[in-house]
């Protein structure tokens, strides 16, 4: 029976995990199935977010949900000033043109936080770190616990966005037909950067939520987290924000099971080997049939 | 093709000279010629054929690791194990463009950079082949002709000849029938192959010759660092870097790639104490500007101008 609990504890944290997986990769693949642009900065968009925690908290002694309030619209609008003033110019060059402005906005995220912050690992104290609760005989730490529940919420809340209001249709208009939306008066190009906005938004909320579990480095940890939002949008097909989340989970669980059942130094391979495999066998993802839905 | 050769013989005879001039600024100078080699080997495959690759730190480890283990273990003389990581290379190459070939742009980019990571994951922990996390260090050389391969003029050489070669193989095929046929792949794959060119096979050849070329400067690294650490060598932003260097110097041209390693490596030793570590803000901050206002890099953009100067003086006369 000890077995049976190690596992159900071991897919319990998985799942905790990969839903924070989940809100990095919806960031994505928002942007993704909306802009057509593969971001590379997303990883060192959600090391932001860790950081302005890190930020807050030696400022003012916030704890990071509360740094929320404030973190997340700061997010909102630097994405929408790095889509207006980068990104807008790029959107009708070859598909590479923004990879590589991607590329370069990451490297002078990581860059600029290594200047001021240092190269030393940050992370913010919290005083239910190590407090753990049980259901069920599994104890579950509370502070996935509280990041799974802001995953949910934000999931739900994005979910309403974009199949309840206007601006939803929108966007889900200009993911479907940018041409076509233009001609029924969507203005795309503000569409554009809401969507990049948002994206930006969910890496930073993501980015607080994990401080208290993880410690952040100012260039290592973007990419770690650039890989592992690719790995899970790929899993559930690009652009799809549906099986992201399902990405996210089995990502989480996989990694998970894999480090404490095989080779646990081989943790972050398993995602990326399974990027490969559906990248190159099934590119529309394990569980989309088109790459245009959002 | 003969007056970018002559170029060529200039600067190796400038090169030959240098060590006598500028004894002091050895080190800097073999940076500036490996990555202009390796950006050079990349852009063959990044600018020629259109394949923009973010994992070629696999080559240049590769070769560091084959130079260091063999001789350490074997003791191997480096030139052998420098021949056997090409073959190697190649092979690598051979292999990784077979999985990766039906990925086209972004996508093709997005794979190597899984594979790249597979990649150091696996010399980090596979210790009874690489050593593992700690490194492997490379504590004695032959000495060829009583030269010291230890000493920073003999390294300086090496990688002058490695940065010539590289050069000279893309003059060469620059004007060679392959040099078209990848330019054909680049601009349209499926009106290559209706010209009768089998682009995956293009593709290959050049991926291969890339890998090749790249795992040479490797090796030649390897015996400048003396001490190899598996995440230094095989890191992504390596990988970034010599992407990035080809790209702001300028993709598909001849001199493109190695002019960007001047300026990249030049600015990063002028900016080194304002920036210390944090010195690739400047490959950030340049590749934003050659994407928003010179998308043909440094050198693309001035031969664009040469050539429209041209024009307006034909027009005239």
């Known amino acids: ?294 | 093709m003969i007056k970018h050769l002559i170029g060529l013989g200039v600067l190796l005879a400038v090169g030959i000279a240098y060590p006598a001039i500028f004894p002091n600024n050895l080190t800097i100078a073999i940076s500036v010629l490996l990555f202009a080699g390796w950006a050079t080997s990349w852009d063959l495959l990044g600018g020629w054929n259109g394949q923009v690759s973010l994992g070629h730190a696999s080559f240049v480890g590769l070769g560091a690791y084959f130079v260091a283990i063999g001789q350490s273990q074997f003791g191997l003389a480096p030139w052998w194990t420098m021949a056997m990581a090409a073959v190697f290379a190649a092979i690598l190459g051979y292999f990784w463009g077979w999985l990766t070939f039906s990925l086209r742009g972004p996508y093709f980019s997005l794979s190597t950079i899984a594979v790249a990571e597979i990649l150091r994951l696996i010399a980090i922990n596979e210790e009874w082949l690489t050593g593992g996390a700690t490194g492997v260090f490379l504590a004695t050389l032959p000495e060829p002709f009583g030269i010291d391969l230890f000493s920073r003029t003999a390294q300086f050489y090496m990688a002058l000849a490695f940065a010539a070669v590289v050069v000279a193989t893309v003059i060469v095929i620059s004007r060679a029938q392959f040099g078209y046929q990848l330019r054909a792949v680049r601009e349209d794959e499926d009106s290559a192959m209706a010209a009768g060119i089998d682009p995956t096979a293009t593709k290959l050849k050049a991926f291969m010759l890339s890998a090749a070329l790249t795992s040479i400067g490797g090796g030649i690294y390897g015996v400048v660092l003396a001490f190899i650490e598996p995440h230094v060598i095989f890191a992504l932003l390596l990988s970034v870097q010599i992407a990035l260097t080809a790209i702001i110097g300028g993709r598909g041209t001849i001199w493109g790639p190695s002019v960007g390693a001047l300026v990249l490596i030049g600015a990063g030793e002028m900016f080194r104490t304002t920036f210390a570590e944090a010195n690739m803000l400047i490959y950030g901050i340049l590749i934003l500007i050659v994407v928003l206002f010179l998308p043909r890099g440094i050198v693309g953009e001035l031969a664009r101008r040469h050539i429209r100067r041209l024009y307006a003086k034909r027009a005239q006369s």
């Open chain 1, 1 to 294: 029976m000890a077995g049976l609990d190690i596992l159900l504890q071991n897919v319990a944290n998985g799942v905790l995990m990969g839903g924070v997986y989940a809100l990095i990769g919806i960031g994505l693949t928002l942007v993704f199935g909306v802009m057509r642009t593969i971001n590379f900065a997303h990883g060192d968009f959600v090391v932001l977010g860790m950081y302005s925690a890190v930020l807050f908290n030696a400022l003012l002694g916030w704890d990071p949900y509360l740094s929320l309030l404030l973190a997340m619209p700061i997010g909102f609008f630097a994405g929408v000033v790095v889509e207006r003033f980068v990104l807008s110019r790029v959107v009708d060059a070859p598909p590479e043109s923004a990879l590589l402005a991607t590329l370069g906005i990451s490297l002078i995220i990581g860059n600029a936080i290594l200047l001021t912050f240092g190269g030393e690992p940050r992370s913010v104290q919290v005083s239910y770190a190590s407090s753990t609760f049980s259901i069920a005989g599994v104890n579950v730490s509370m502070v996935l616990l509280l990041a799974g529940i802001a995953t949910v919420v934000m999931i739900a809340a994005l979910y309403t966005l974009l199949n309840r209001t206007e601006i939803g249709r929108a966007i889900r208009g200009t993911a479907e037909n940018r041409l076509g939306a233009e001609l029924v008066g969507i203005d795309t190009r503000r569409i554009h950067s809401i969507v990049f906005g948002l994206g930006v938004m969910l890496a930073v909320m993501a980015g607080v939520t994990l401080i208290p579990l993880l410690f952040a480095t100012p260039t290592n940890t973007g990419a770690v987290f650039t890989l592992k939002a690719f790995v899970v949008t790929v899993l559930g097909g690009l652009g799809n924000v549906g099986a992201a989340i399902a990405g996210g989970v089995l990502l989480g669980v996989v990694e998970v099971l894999g480090a404490s059942y095989f080779m646990s130094e081989y943790r972050e391979a398993y995602g990326l080997v399974a990027f490969l495999l559906i990248l190159l066998f099934r590119p529309e993802g394990l569980f989309g049939r088109t790459v245009k839905r959002v």
